[in-house]
């Protein structure tokens, strides 16, 4: 199986190694893409040295799979040239999300839709792949009606220039390039992404958008509201429900405590409840405060945590491209996009 990461020496790339190495995926050639003021540099895969090469270079070695996270530009002008090639991609950016003639796929809801001939697929939005995550079995078992979400995001969302600007401010001063229109240390933004004519940003509408199309209902009913916080590993989303069925919050801790790939949280007693710094480094979401919303008839409340440069972005690209190596469905065809 001959991968490429494209992107890796960015945030996101960085996990996408350490992943694939602690998933023991069966690489048979690694090869690592950057844009051209990296080509040449290098970067280490299970303990070997490999040389970073260009996008034209890579897409010549025609790899089996090609892991994308280089923004919605690099996606939109070379993820169709390799997918000429017969290469399989895996797009982490938003670029391919809502073409209606490609699939948006968290493994554990909808892999089982994929097939050969899908060349490029898309990764969802952070936030998004953690609450769809969450909300699938309840959805399937008692059709939700309407979601209120507020997230609270870490600020490695945004990228390595957020993160030096809040280092900076933490120490006491002002960062030579600012990630936001304001400090974020000590502060919390409702800003995430750019502000649309609807007056919801970019990534308020992903979490609209994006949940419909992998819960496959476009009746649902979303609102949603998002916050940049000054926290360095971890998206949290406290997340309201109505249900168009009765349910037993007994029920819900059962049925997502058997779901896989999540982790349930959720002892008020004893003070348990997921945080970012317990979901840090870890591929599973964590979900807690569990509880009825008793203002409305079928109303939940939930509390949802996972690290979102791994199960939010990493670690379900990787699961993509495990389930695509499982199931036979790389090199068989090529497929112009």
């Not at 844009?35 to 270079?57: A, F, H, L, P, Q």
């Not at 609450?131 to 699938?136: E, Q």
């Not at 979901?279 to 949802?304: M, P, Y």
């Amino acid at each position: 199986m001959r991968v490429a990461v494209v992107g890796v020496t960015g945030m996101v790339g960085g996990v996408m190694i350490k992943v694939l190495e602690e998933h023991k995926f069966p690489i048979t050639e690694f090869i690592p893409v950057a844009s051209e003021r990296s080509v040449g540099k290098e970067v280490v895969y299970n303990g070997s040295k490999y040389t970073i090469i260009g996008m034209e270079e890579a897409v010549a070695i025609r790899p089996d799979i090609a892991i994308f996270s280089a923004g919605g530009g690099t996606s939109l002008e070379w993820a169709p040239k390799f997918a000429e090639v017969g290469t399989t991609v895996i797009d982490n950016s938003s670029a391919w999300r809502m073409d209606p003639s490609k699939k948006l796929i968290v493994p554990e809801i909808n892999a089982n839709t994929l097939t050969p001939e899908d060349k490029i697929i898309a990764n969802p939005n952070c936030s998004t792949i953690q609450m769809v995550l969450t909300l699938a079995p309840l959805h399937k078992k008692y059709g939700i009606k309407r979601i209120v979400v507020s997230t609270y995001q870490s600020i490695t969302g945004t990228g390595m220039k957020a993160v030096k600007q809040y280092q900076m401010e933490r120490k006491g001063f002002q960062a030579d390039e600012m990630a936001y229109a304001y400090p974020i240390f000590e502060n919390c933004i409702p800003h995430c992404d750019s502000f649309l004519d609807n007056d919801y940003t970019k990534e308020e509408m992903k979490l609209v958008n994006e949940t419909r199309k992998i819960l496959g209902d476009q009746s649902i009913a979303i609102t949603s509201t998002t916050v940049r916080v000054p926290v360095l590993g971890g998206h949290s989303e406290s997340v309201n429900l109505e249900f168009n069925q009765p349910f037993e919050v007994a029920d819900i801790r059962k049925m997502l405590s058997e779901t896989p790939g999540i982790i349930v949280q959720d002892n008020p007693a004893k003070n348990e409840y997921p945080m970012p710094m317990l979901a840090k480094d870890r591929d599973e979401v964590f979900v807690g405060r569990i509880r009825r919303d008793e203002s409305i008839e079928n109303g939940l409340n939930l509390w949802i945590v996972a690290d979102n440069l791994r199960k939010g972005a990493a670690t379900n690209a990787v699961q993509i491209a495990e389930y695509l190596a499982a199931h036979n469905l790389v090199g068989q065809s090529v497929v112009t996009a």
